[in-house]
């Protein structure tokens, strides 16, 4: 009797990727699917360098160009190899690595950079929508590691809002306004603030090099959505306010917005003149058709729900003339 494996299919992004296991906090699909995920063997041959990221001194990723895609490599943790014309993705974890940790790298770093790769234009940040599916418009939350994207996208869908995706938006700008498509992949926080915001969830360990857990909040869960959203602001996180102070949006330059966009926007390689030219269309693009504002949050918010909830208040008003000059 032959043995036949089941796989899963589900939908990230606006991409449908079929994988041998389930992953049961994603979205399911029922269309063919864009790339097939499987394990197996790295390819030893060094291909073409085309980025190396460094964190904290250390190599995190190398990108190389290998025969038939690109390689992905993160050092100690494993490797993925993206073969567009097969639509395969080849995932080999070192020895002893985690699943989970595997898991992480493909839906968080490499789904992102194979639609770059693509072409697609995709920013570091985290979104939710407002109003209904029909009517609703997206609000993304841009900023350096650290500035609290996650939290505040978070807080937001806990008090109405829709989440839409963490650290990951795939933009088009094909269409008047330009849209974000959901990534439904839950969102990724510190344990004492997923403690907070999710008690009756303790969430998963999201990889073993870090102590952040992926919590899909019950109240986000049951709003997902599929559809790509219109994009209403884009709101840039800036340096934090005092304790116990309200939020405030203030103005901030297309220039400036543009230059943030750029540095959050997701490369495969910094260095390639045409692929440089393409971000910056992409940033200009973007930042011409969608307002643009600086978010400051208190530092230490005690009450998330209280001071998001704000946000939302405040971010309905971008576009009119009653924001607070920079400062």
Same mark, same amino acid.
């Given at each position: 009797?032959?043995?036949?494996?089941?796989?899963?299919?589900?939908?990230?992004? *606006? %991409?449908?990727?079929? #994988? &041998? !296991?389930? +992953?049961?906090?994603? /979205?399911?699909?029922?269309?063919?699917?864009?790339?097939? =995920?499987?394990? *197996? %063997?790295?390819?030893? #041959? &060094? !291909?073409? +360098?085309?980025?190396? /990221?460094?964190?904290?001194?250390?190599?995190?990723?190398? =990108?190389?160009?290998?025969?038939?895609?690109?390689?992905?490599?993160?050092?100690?943790?494993?490797?993925?190899?993206?073969?567009?014309?097969?639509?395969?993705?080849?995932?080999?974890?070192?020895?002893?690595?985690?699943?989970?940790?595997?898991?992480?790298?493909?839906?968080?770093?490499?789904?992102?950079?194979?639609?770059?790769?693509?072409?697609?234009?995709?920013?570091?940040?985290?979104?939710?929508?407002?109003?209904?599916?029909?009517?609703?418009?997206?609000?993304?939350?841009?900023?350096?590691?650290?500035?609290?994207?996650?939290?505040?996208?978070?807080?937001?869908?806990?008090?109405?809002?829709?989440?839409?995706?963490?650290?990951?938006?795939?933009?088009?700008?094909?269409?008047?306004?330009?849209?974000?498509?959901?990534?439904?992949?839950?969102?990724?926080?510190?344990?004492?603030?997923?403690?907070?915001?999710?008690?009756?969830?303790?969430?998963?360990?999201?990889?073993?090099?870090?102590?952040?857990?992926?919590?899909?909040?019950?109240?986000?869960?049951?709003?997902?959505?599929?559809?790509?959203?219109?994009?209403?602001?884009?709101?840039?996180?800036?340096?934090?306010?005092?304790?116990?102070?309200?939020?405030?949006?203030?103005?901030?330059?297309?220039?400036?917005?543009?230059?943030?966009?750029?540095?959050?926007?997701?490369?495969?390689?910094?260095?390639?003149?045409?692929?440089?030219?393409?971000?910056?269309?992409?940033?200009?693009?973007?930042?011409?058709?969608?307002?643009?504002?600086?978010?400051?949050?208190?530092?230490?918010?005690?009450?998330?729900?209280?001071?998001?909830?704000?946000?939302?208040?405040?971010?309905?008003?971008?576009?009119?003339?009653?924001?607070?000059?920079?400062?």
């Amino acid at each position: 009797m032959t043995r036949t494996t089941r796989s899963y299919v589900y939908r990230i992004a *606006g %991409v449908v990727i079929e #994988v &041998p !296991g389930p +992953l049961p906090s994603l /979205v399911p699909a029922d269309s063919p699917a864009d790339l097939v =995920i499987g394990w *197996g %063997v790295s390819p030893t #041959v &060094p !291909g073409r +360098l085309l980025r190396s /990221v460094e964190y904290e001194g250390s190599v995190w990723m190398r =990108i190389e160009a290998v025969d038939g895609g690109t390689s992905y490599f993160f050092p100690g943790l494993g490797s993925f190899v993206v073969e567009p014309d097969t639509r395969r993705v080849t995932c080999s974890p070192d020895a002893g690595v985690q699943s989970n940790t595997m898991w992480h790298l493909l839906l968080d770093q490499v789904l992102p950079l194979y639609l770059v790769s693509q072409g697609e234009f995709v920013l570091h940040a985290s979104s939710v929508a407002t109003g209904d599916e029909l009517n609703g418009r997206a609000i993304l939350f841009l900023g350096e590691s650290g500035t609290g994207k996650s939290s505040t996208a978070i807080g937001c869908a806990l008090v109405g809002a829709t989440l839409l995706g963490d650290d990951f938006a795939l933009i088009s700008l094909d269409v008047d306004p330009p849209t974000v498509a959901p990534a439904n992949v839950g969102v990724r926080l510190w344990e004492e603030i997923a403690a907070a915001v999710s008690p009756d969830d303790p969430g998963a360990p999201v990889a073993e090099f870090t102590s952040k857990v992926r919590i899909f909040p019950s109240a986000a869960r049951s709003r997902a959505v599929t559809d790509p959203q219109p994009i209403g602001a884009l709101v840039f996180l800036g340096p934090r306010l005092p304790a116990a102070t309200e939020p405030l949006l203030e103005t901030i330059s297309s220039a400036e917005a543009f230059m943030h966009l750029l540095e959050g926007s997701y490369r495969v390689t910094v260095s390639d003149p045409e692929d440089r030219l393409r971000a910056m269309d992409q940033a200009a693009r973007l930042v011409n058709s969608v307002p643009s504002v600086r978010l400051r949050m208190p530092e230490n918010v005690d009450d998330l729900s209280s001071s998001c909830e704000r946000v939302l208040e405040l971010v309905q008003d971008v576009g009119q003339p009653a924001l607070s000059p920079a400062r």
